[in-house]
Structure formats: structure tokens, C-alpha cells
């Protein structure tokens, strides 16, 4: 079976004094996380090494990074290289979040850029994709996304991506208090599945987890994540409240 994925995207959100504390509670709350279930935290990157040690003594606890260069290295200020997230035991990435393609002009190629640096670096990435709304009301997401998919990742082999975590956003419901239904978020994945079963084969596609990471929250994850092809969360606002967040890594199946 898939891994289920609870992941946390603090986003540029808490101190650091604020963000110990938050995982202090989450992980003194009875997580029920099996061989099968796991919770990820991505968190800003002053906090990467402390929260990384904090959920190393965890089972099936890991640690993220928001974003990383496409560069090596170089003379790239304020930016921060997959290798340097790997000298720190980073095991994830998130690659092509919204925020990052919408406000930081973050294209296509360049996400594929940093897909190759994070593989070359043993980074395991969670790869955003999602359509707006102007796309949705034209009913042309299908096409948005499977666009997306391929720019982004199907330079890769089987071998790269087998196992990987793809994240859905529609962007019609980050921050904005609307969800999409069940059913929409079903709907999505399944046509996701089904593009990388026509890239990579069957096995290839089922072993690659899909994210649900349109306004997750305690309330509405269960029914989410009870979709055959919804993988888990990525979740943002919901993510800041223990409660809440024990509440959705409590709700994988």
C-alpha cells in the first residue's frame, strides 16, 4: 500500500521558540503512525536542524524544506542548494508549491531543474501542482495539470520516480476558505494516477503518493483522505494548531 502523508507546510509562519513548542505538542499526541502513515513537517529553513532533530527520534516523523535552488552553488544570495539541505539529513523537499510558481515566477523548467538537484542530492520531493480558478470555471484543469506533470517530472525514469509524493493544489482553495469536494479531489487524483500510468506503467503510478493540499483541516480530512487515490495532506493554516494537525495524521487510512 501507498505511504499515507500528513504534511505540515508551516509556510513563513511562527518563531522558533513558537515552532519547538508546536511540535512538542503535536508529538507528545498519540499519532497512530504505523509502518504505513507518515507525518512531515516543512518547516522555514532557521529551523530546519532543530526540528530535524526533534523528529529523528520520532517513528515515521520527518522533516522538510519549502523550497530549494536550482543552482549547485554559487554566487546565488539568500538562496539555499539541495546539497546543503542534504549535510543536514533533510530527507524532503517541497518543489513547485503555488506561492512559488505565482509569486516568485518559479517556471516549469525550473522546477525541473530542482527536481534533478534534489534526486542528485537523495532528497525525496513532494512536487506541487494545481490550476487556478480561472482554469477550473473553463474546465480545462485536466489539461493544466497533466501539462504540469509533464514539464515538471516526465524527463525523469521509472527508477527516479518510483515512490514519489506529488502534492494536488487547487489554487481556488489555498487560503480562501473553499474546499474542493471530495469528489473533486477524487476526480483529480485519479486523472493524475492515470497520467503517470500512461507515462510509467501501473506499478509505477501506484506506488506514488498524492497529496490532497487544498484548505485540509480537522474537519474535513477524514472524508478526504477516504477517496481511494487521496494519499494524505498537505496542509497549511491547520498545520500551526497541534490539535488540529494530530487530528488529520490521525485521519489517514
Known amino acids: 500500500m501507498r505511504k499515507q502523508i500528513a504534511a505540515a507546510n508551516w509556510k513563513m ?5 513558537q515552532g519547538k513548542q508546536l511540535m512538542k505538542d503535536i508529538l507528545s499526541g498519540e499519532l497512530e503512525l504505523n509502518e504505513n502513515r507518515e507525518a512531515v513537517f516543512a518547516v522555514p529553513f532557521p529551523y530546519l536542524a532543530e526540528i530535524n532533530t526533534m523528529t529523528a527520534g520520532q517513528k515515521n516523523c520527518y522533516t522538510a524544506a519549502q523550497n530549494c535552488s536550482a543552482e549547485k552553488s ?3 544570495t539568500g538562496e539555499v542548494s539541495a546539497e546543503m539541505l542534504s549535510s543536514l539529513n533533510i530527507p524532503y523537499v517541497i518543489i513547485g508549491h503555488s506561492e512559488r510558481r505565482e509569486y516568485y515566477g518559479e517556471t516549469d523548467a525550473i522546477l525541473a531543474q530542482k527536481i534533478n538537484m534534489a534526486l542528485d542530492n537523495k532528497l ?8 487556478p480558478l480561472a482554469v477550473r470555471e473553463k474546465e480545462m484543469q485536466n489539461a493544466h495539470i497533466e501539462s504540469q506533470l509533464r ?27 473553499r ?3 471530495s469528489e473533486q479531489a477524487q476526480e483529480m487524483h485519479a486523472h493524475i494516477r492515470k497520467v503517470l500510468t500512461d507515462q510509467y506503467g501501473p506499478e509505477i503510478a501506484n506506488s506514488i503518493s498524492i497529496l490532497y493540499g487544498g484548505s485540509v483541516k480537522a474537519n474535513n480530512a477524514k472524508e478526504l ?11 497549511g493554516g491547520a498545520s500551526l494548531v497541534a490539535a488540529d494537525f494530530i487530528s488529520i495524521i490521525r485521519s489517514l487510512k
Do not use: M, R
Open 13 to 17: 509562519n511562527l518563531t522558533l521558540g
Open 74 to 76: 554559487g554566487a546565488y
Open 124 to 131: 525525496k520531493p513532494i512536487f506541487c501542482c494545481g490550476e
Open 151 to 177: 514539464a515538471g517530472l516526465f524527463h525523469l525514469v521509472n527508477v527516479q520516480i518510483e515512490n514519489f509524493v506529488i502534492a494536488y493544489e487547487p489554487i481556488w482553495a489555498i487560503g480562501t476558505g
Open 179 to 181: 474546499t474542493a469536494s
Open 225 to 235: 483522505f477516504s477517496s481511494p487515490d487521496v494519499d494524505g495532506g498537505l496542509v
